[in-house]
């Protein structure tokens, strides 16, 4: 049986990216490589026209602005593997859908978080879970539920 997150919120690893430094975000999860970056540079600068050329500080702001998402990139993967161990013993009310798009609830104490090619998943009761897919911390378990 598949399930499918509840919360429809994104994150960087939520959405697939990269734990390699190297990576930027681009929309719905593709990921731009220092490598792209130095082929558009190359491309911008073997199009520019020769009576105006680009100014060198423009390369270097570009170049910063690229540097910058990576730091924040990478300081969001390492905050989101935190808050996923952070998780481990504290008892939880996890939300999904199943395959038909009903929603199920389960609760427990997590018992591990499983971190792999950027995502971040938590055991509870013997079933992994998208970190993402934690809707409450309790401190008591309604035995209702």
């Given at each position: 049986m598949s399930v499918t997150p509840i919360n429809n919120y994104s994150t960087a690893a939520a959405n697939g990216a990269s734990t390699s430094t190297s990576t930027a975000m681009g929309a719905g999860g593709n990921s731009l490589s220092i490598d792209d970056f130095l082929r558009l540079l190359a491309a911008q600068l073997s199009n520019q026209d020769a009576m105006n050329p680009t100014n060198d500080t423009d390369f270097i702001s570009q170049m910063a602005q690229f540097t910058s998402l990576q730091a924040m990139q990478t300081m969001t993967e390492i905050s989101y593997a935190q808050y996923g161990a952070s998780m481990i013993g504290k008892k939880v009310?996890?939300?999904?859908?199943d395959e038909n798009g009903k929603p199920i609830t389960d609760q427990g104490v997590v018992e591990n978080v499983l971190f792999s090619n950027g995502t971040c998943t938590v055991t509870v009761n013997g079933k992994q879970?998208?970190?993402s897919?934690?809707?409450?911390v309790v401190l008591e378990f309604d035995d209702e539920k």
């Open positions: 009310i996890v939300a999904s859908y879970y998208d970190l897919s934690i809707t409450e």
